[in-house]
């Protein structure tokens, strides 16, 4: 089963600073990956996904993301963040089991930022 | 706005209790999906329900029993929960092939609290 690992629990920055956050997911022959954010008191929303073509993905938000088969990496960057950036980011992979997809996510990173 | 809704959005229930958990989409996705997020913790998948059935139970306890009547509609029945059920139950939804691309559409949550 595919699986996903974020390297780091919490991030704190300063805004306007750049901030990556770091994911690492196990090998396969295909990978699918995603980061999902998620806002105080809220569901998740998708920022941005890699399914083939192009490993530089761009999301909402300023966000992007690089694959890096050779790494098996996905981190998520942004050049300059801001106070509204602060909430719980998490990459997740979809792993096909049996008849169906299922989507896994790693534990988190949670991303603040200060003025 | 999300246009995944969910209702109640804070629900408190003793253990004896029976109550449900209200999910609505009107994007004419397929799929749908339950799952169970603790604090500070990643999204737990529960069930997934393709075509108006269940194609997907992750060995949920019966005391949770899902039930999807139409097309537009998910619900989980809760019944003799546990303390240890607290959590926020976030229902999804997406195409059929939603979860190989990621494209899940997550509700704000209902927040459980059992006593």
């Known amino acids: 089963a595919q699986s996903v690992t974020q390297l780091d629990s919490q991030v704190p920055v300063f805004e306007e600073a750049p901030v990556e956050l770091r994911c690492n997911y196990s090998?396969?022959?295909?990978?699918?990956l995603f980061w999902y954010v998620q806002y105080p008191n809220q569901g998740l929303q998708l920022l941005l996904k890699y399914l083939s073509g192009s490993t530089l993905v761009k999301g909402i938000n300023g966000f992007e993301a690089e694959f890096n088969k050779s790494q098996t990496s996905f981190h998520l960057r942004k050049p300059s963040v801001h106070i509204s950036d602060t909430a719980e980011y998490f990459c997740a992979v979809s792993d096909f089991r049996g008849s169906n997809y299922k989507l896994t996510f790693g534990k988190g990173t949670l991303l603040t930022v200060n003025p | 706005d999300t246009e995944v809704t969910q209702t109640p959005k804070h629900l408190v229930m003793g253990m004896t209790n029976k109550k449900s958990l209200k999910c609505e989409q009107h994007?004419?996705?397929?799929?749908m999906y339950w799952y169970k997020q603790k604090a500070k913790k990643p999204p737990e998948l529960m069930f997934v329900?393709?075509?108006?059935?269940?194609?997907i139970n992750e060995s949920v306890p019966s005391r949770f029993s899902p039930e999807c009547p139409n097309s537009s509609l998910l619900n989980l029945h809760l019944h003799a929960l546990q303390p240890e059920d607290s959590a926020l139950y976030l229902c999804?939804?997406?195409?059929?092939?939603?979860?190989?691309?990621?494209?899940?559409?997550f509700g704000e949550g209902s927040r459980l609290t059992v006593l």
């Open positions: 999804a939804s997406s195409q059929l092939t939603g979860v190989r691309t990621g494209e899940l559409f």
């Open positions: 090998s396969s022959v295909s990978v699918y």
């Open positions: 994007m004419g996705h397929r799929a």
């Open positions: 329900y393709s075509y108006e059935k269940l194609s």
